[in-house]
């Protein structure tokens, strides 16, 4: 799997809120946010559920992995999404990036996608309802 996620009854405002929080008390910051239902809109004309796009990056061991790898960039940030469900749960799904981060051809890359994994899993039970 690429991916693990959980589901929460908070509202799509609270709980991206909630993600923000709780990646940030995993020492993640969320550098890009992309709202796929804003851009469905205005590109497409679509109408979807809130869905958004939020591309945490922890300094510390992105630096790591950089030095390590100058091109793992090319599998940053960690992607974590939170849409909201037809049932009116919010579903917030995770990029795992020991998945990922298995493409790249380096000893020094599978401790550090543990570490940013068992980080992003923290946030992942904080957010659970």
């Given at each position: 799997?690429?991916?693990?996620?959980?589901?929460?009854?908070?509202?799509?405002?609270?709980?991206?809120?909630?993600?923000?929080?709780?990646?940030?008390?995993?020492?993640?910051?969320?550098?890009?946010?992309?709202?796929?239902?804003?851009?469905?809109?205005?590109?497409?004309?679509?109408?979807?559920?809130?869905?958004?796009?939020?591309?945490?990056?922890?300094?510390?061991?992105?630096?790591?992995?950089?030095?390590?790898?100058?091109?793992?960039g090319l599998l940053l940030p960690c992607n974590v999404?939170v849409r909201e469900e037809e049932d009116g749960s919010?579903?917030?799904?995770?990029?795992?990036?020991?998945?990922?981060?298995?493409?790249?051809?380096?000893?020094?890359?599978?401790?550090?996608?543990t570490e940013v994994r068992g980080r992003l899993m923290?946030?992942?039970?904080?957010?659970?309802?």
């Open positions: 799997m690429y991916a693990f996620s959980t589901t929460t009854s908070k509202s799509y405002d609270e709980t991206v809120a909630a993600v923000t929080d709780a990646l940030q008390e995993q020492g993640f910051g969320v550098l890009t946010e992309i709202d796929v239902s804003a851009v469905l809109k205005n590109k497409l004309d679509i109408d979807k559920r809130p869905y958004i796009i939020l591309g945490a990056c922890n300094p510390v061991l992105a630096n790591q992995a950089m030095e390590a790898e100058p091109d793992i999404v919010v579903t917030v799904a995770f990029m795992d990036p020991s998945a990922v981060l298995a493409l790249v051809d380096n000893p020094a890359v599978p401790a550090l996608a923290k946030v992942r039970d904080a957010i659970g309802s």
